[in-house]
């Protein structure tokens, strides 16, 4: 773009902001300060000040005022890596809301209460402004923000990355930044280091070069923990005498420039790299160390599963020596428990040891056990992390020394236990990598990439683990390719008695969202229903598990209690598991964890045998499977339903022409790129008549419903009708409303009297009130035959405004009783 044309751009964008009564002011390209002696406070919507203003500064910023002027707060996410580790940590959960980029991070609208007001938090010298949620600060009454295209300091365009309506913040998000200001978290201000006096050693030019190294070839993702790890490292040589602190601090940052140079989605700027490395080179200081023994120098790669470049030691003696001793050393102190244990946790980090937080701390385990037809399969599967098992890492990745006085010198010693404990306490404070949930099968981004290499994946938060080869296939798939992909899965359910098009889709639907699973945040409940046991319906779960897992789905059964099945759920949770089966449901279904899970990114659990709750990310498919099942209130707004009809007396005794999952084992991984394929053609075509996004589910709407549709299947959503209309509860609400309003209209009654008048009705011989009677009896049944008056007042304040069948109870407060008069109101 040339100035001239941006220049215009600039004018035209300020222009139809105020056409649109958002009041804008010019501010500097060089470094967002206002223009105008007034800056926000003369903000204007009149064209012919903004244009003069901008003939006067023609490459100036497009601003705007926050807070009351615009209905809108911002949150200015300054360092997005720390932010979303916070935000992931503490479990928030941000919804979908205008959303513009920036030159280092983004910025977040959310809607302006005047009533409860959020006011302006900027970073101060002390850090950042909320110590729960570091990388972000606030811009409400009193501020203002930069708008799209303004050109960033950086060189970067502001854009509009959503232009969806302005949302209402979180309740969690809100009391953060509404809070009472505390104690800021420290970033950019740290205690100078001592420089020792003298010139940079051989040996301190040599390890400073080699971590230079590693930080320039850091992979995506891990940008953050290999600078810290770094600066640790140098910062004890610093303090050790071995490094000049202007040589160290100036070689850091400027191979942390060029790190951030190579990944676009982490444009940090000097200042904050230079905050960083200042940070890490204090902490390194507190265990200074000199080489009087070991000198690092660049070798051939070291033994081991590290894919950093290897190490040689050289003694002072001249020998070599290789294997552990390329590991970072941690000095065992006395009265310094807590650095030993910040260190090394820096160190298992910087080395990408296995161990990872979900609900506490886990590892993943990859278990080979035998499938079906003798053929062998790899399950992935996480154990919580003890303290042995903690100790047991330390050792591989870190060599511990402690001071021999006999000797005088430092000599290698085994982790202390209580450097386990204390990293183990420190819940809520791990720098590990969030997971949320552990996967062997290839999966899709949100924005479509494909995520197949084994591994952590920080854009989704999963963990990939021995999955199956896949065959070649196009990564821009045309529609044609789609429908032959398509049919390969169909093919599969040729041998089940669906009881209609759309059920099939169901089943199709189950099929592919577990595999493409990673680029939605949630997905519906897949329930599969029959009249009658033996129709499939389990096969059907555990077909679709065989290509997402290799093996049967692992199932649960409803417990006795909602009590009993929330605690098998909550197991199934936090094993990380990528597909969460139901077995067996006879009559209803429902519960309040159950429909936290489905709908809910993040969810509240209880672990077995502890008392407190844990937030989890959740990545899994449910399913479910019963005769005749009900969908219970809410849960029919969550679910799509397949019903299977095998039409015949004895269904266990059909025969599928071939076995479908015997079918799937022979060749797994094409089954898996089928499903990747159907989705990644809808992707690629631009989501051609995408259909009306399904509420809460919305991107498997876009990504799977829509892309089924697109080709040529029934819409599977069409099944949440026969789920609502088959609905007990829905059923019972919609009886007492058409009852009440046959008996009463719309006359406000107290519970008192409507119970009075249908009792009167009843013993009269009136049909219309006593199927009033029976109406209330089945919501308010006092097991004697009459209407408990306090429960049916209970029940109707909680269906209170919830319509069925275009009637709706509501209820005022009576002048004289002072008691809820109800009354039936049609909507």
């Known amino acids: 773009m040339t100035a001239s044309r941006q220049n215009s751009t600039l004018l035209e964008a300020a222009l139809d902001y105020a056409t649109n009564g958002i009041p804008v002011f010019p501010c500097r390209a060089d470094n967002k300060s206002p223009h105008l002696k ?5 903000a204007s919507t009149d064209e012919a000040a903004i244009g003069d203003w901008w003939s006067r500064w023609p490459d100036a910023m497009v601003a705007c005022p926050t807070g009351q002027a615009i209905g809108a707060w911002v949150l200015d996410v300054d360092d997005p890596v720390i932010f979303e580790a916070a935000a992931a940590q503490i479990g928030l959960s941000l919804p979908v809301t205008r959303r513009a980029s920036t030159g280092k991070g983004y910025h977040l609208y959310f809607r302006y209460d005047p009533a409860a007001p959020v006011h302006n938090r900027q970073r101060a010298a002390s850090g950042w402004p909320f110590p729960r949620l570091p990388g972000a600060e606030t811009r409400g009454e009193g501020g203002y923000v930069i708008l799209p295209p303004s050109l960033h300091p950086t060189g970067k365009s502001y854009e509009w990355k959503c232009e969806e309506d302005v949302s209402e913040a979180p309740a969690e998000l809100l009391a953060i930044v509404r809070g009472p200001k505390t104690r800021a978290m420290r970033d950019n201000y740290v205690p100078r280091i001592e420089t020792p006096s003298g010139e940079d050693s051989r040996y301190g030019l040599r390890a400073l070069e080699e971590e230079c190294r590693t930080i320039m070839q850091a992979p995506s993702g891990t940008q953050e923990m290999t600078l810290n790890s770094a600066g640790l490292k140098i910062g004890a040589l610093v303090a050790g005498g071995e490094l000049r602190m202007q040589t160290a601090e100036s070689r850091l940052v400027a191979a942390g420039m060029s790190m951030s140079s190579h990944h676009a989605n982490h ?10 490395v200042q940070r890490a080179l204090s902490d390194g200081a507190a265990q200074p160390r000199s080489a009087p023994a070991l000198r690092i120098i660049q070798s051939a790669p070291a033994r081991g599963n590290s894919s950093r470049p290897g190490e040689r030691f050289e003694a002072s003696d001249g020998s070599s ?12 102190r006395a009265g310094e428990l807590h650095i030993m244990a910040s260190r090394a946790e820096a160190a298992l980090v910087a080395a990408r040891a296995p161990l990872y937080v979900r609900g506490g701390l886990v590892r993943p385990v990859v278990d080979e056990t035998a499938a079906a037809d003798g053929q062998r399969t790899k399950i992935a599967r996480l154990v919580p992390v003890d303290a042995n098992t903690l100790i047991d890492h330390l050792s591989r990745s870190i060599q511990w020394e402690k001071f021999d006085k006999r000797e005088q010198s430092w000599v290698a010693a085994n982790p202390p236990i209580n450097v386990a404990h204390t990293m183990l306490a420190r819940d809520g404070e791990w720098t590990f990598p969030p997971l949320a949930g552990v996967i062997t099968a290839p999966t899709i981004r949100s924005d479509g990439s494909l995520l197949c290499e084994p591994g952590y994946d920080s854009q989704t938060g999963l963990l990939l683990c021995d999955p199956p080869k896949l065959p070649p296939f196009p990564a821009s798939p045309s529609k044609e390719e789609a429908a ?5 899965l169909d093919l599969l359910l040729d041998g089940f008695p669906f009881a209609d098009a759309a059920s099939r889709s169901v089943a199709l639907s ?15 409940l897949h329930a599969i229903t029959a009249p009658v046991a033996g129709s499939g319906k389990s096969y059907l779960v555990d077909l679709v598990s065989a ?8 199932v649960i059964a409803v417990g006795q209690t909602q009590e009993e099945t929330e605690k098998r759920l909550a197991s199934a949770l936090l094993s990380g598991q990528p597909i969460v089966s139901i077995d067996n449901v006879n009559g209803r279904l429902g519960g309040d964890l159950l429909c936290q899970l489905i709908e809910r990114p993040v969810v509240a659990v209880r672990p077995l045998g502890v008392s407190k709750l844990v937030r989890i990310q959740s990545r899994a498919t449910s399913f479910a499977t019963g005769n005749n099942i009900q969908l219970v209130d809410d849960m029919t707004r969550r679910a799509i339903l397949c019903t299977l009809n095998p039409n015949v007396e004895r269904p266990e005794l059909r025969q599928f022409k071939t076995d479908p999952r015997k079918v799937v084992m022979s060749d797994r991984g094409a089954y898996i790129a089928a499903a990747l394929t159907v989705v990644r053609a809808y992707v690629a ?3 051609p008549d995408r259909l009306p996004r399904l509420a809460s589910f919305e991107a498997w709407s876009d990504f799977v419903r829509s892309a089924l549709v697109w080709l040529g299947r029934a819409d599977p959503v069409e099944t949440m009708e026969a789920a609502r209309a088959d609905d007990p509860e829905l059923s019972t609400l919609g009886a007492l409303l058409a009852a009440w309003s046959a008996v009463a209209g719309s006359e406000g009654r107290t519970v008192g009297d409507i119970i009075k008048t249908a009792e009167m009705g009843y013993a009269a011989g009136n049909l219309i009130h006593a199927d009033l009677m029976t109406a209330m009896q089945s919501v308010a049944d006092d097991h004697r035959g009459r209407v408990n008056s306090l429960r049916l007042g209970h029940y109707l304040k909680a269906h209170r405004g919830r319509i069925v069948g275009g009637l709706r109870f509501d209820s005022v407060i009576g002048l004289h009783s002072k008691q809820l008069i109800w009354r039936v109101v049609k909507s």
């Open 38 to 42: 007034r800056g926000f406070k003369d």
């Open 685 to 687: 075509a631009g989501f």
């Open 267 to 276: 444009p940090w700027d000097a200042t904050l790299i230079r905050a960083k």
């Open 510 to 524: 189950g099929l592919i969202t577990p595999i493409v699973r990673g680029a939605m945040p949630v997905a519906p």
């Open 547 to 554: 290509i997402l897992t290799g093996d049967s789905a692992p």
């Open 484 to 488: 032959q992909a398509l049919a390969k």
């Open 321 to 332: 020596g290789h294997a552990d001793q390329t590991r970072p050393v941690v000095q065992i």
